[in-house]
């Protein structure tokens, strides 16, 4: 089967924060029902910043390889594209990337909770959350 490229030349990147490595495009922000939808662009061979996740994700590895990484910054998992995945609310911290290219992951995230991620330093100290409300001034 013939490999397929994918063209996200006309996808309005932005900048989330001073966050490194990492360009996001939000999709939806459904605020009655506390769900939003965002395409996530982690740069080829970096890791953007200690997070955990507050309340489930579902991704959807749509170009390159979702690269997840410990705190010390040590490989925990490969997502290749096509990948789909569940992942439940966890204390867990991590790290995220691309791999040999910048990898593009489409997440939806439901808001359980009014933190959706806590960005963290990397003394595992709290640094930032992330609520609906800033994906939804993104949206604006």
Known sequence: MAQL???DSNIRWERFGDVEHLWLSVLDVDAK???VQ???KFAANQQIVLHRHKTTNKTFVIQGEHRLYHPDGKLKE?????RY???PPSNDPHREGGGDQDV???FTIYGENDAL??????QMNIVASVSIDDFA???D
Request: proline share 3%.
């Open 5 to 7: 490229g994918f063209d």
């Open 33 to 35: 029902n506390r769900i």
């Open 38 to 40: 965002v395409l996530f």
């Open 78 to 82: 490969i997502r290749p594209a096509g």
């Open 85 to 87: 995945t569940v992942s």
């Open 104 to 106: 593009v992951v489409m």
């Open 117 to 122: 991620y806590e960005l963290l330093d990397d």
């Open 137 to 139: 001034k993104l949206l």
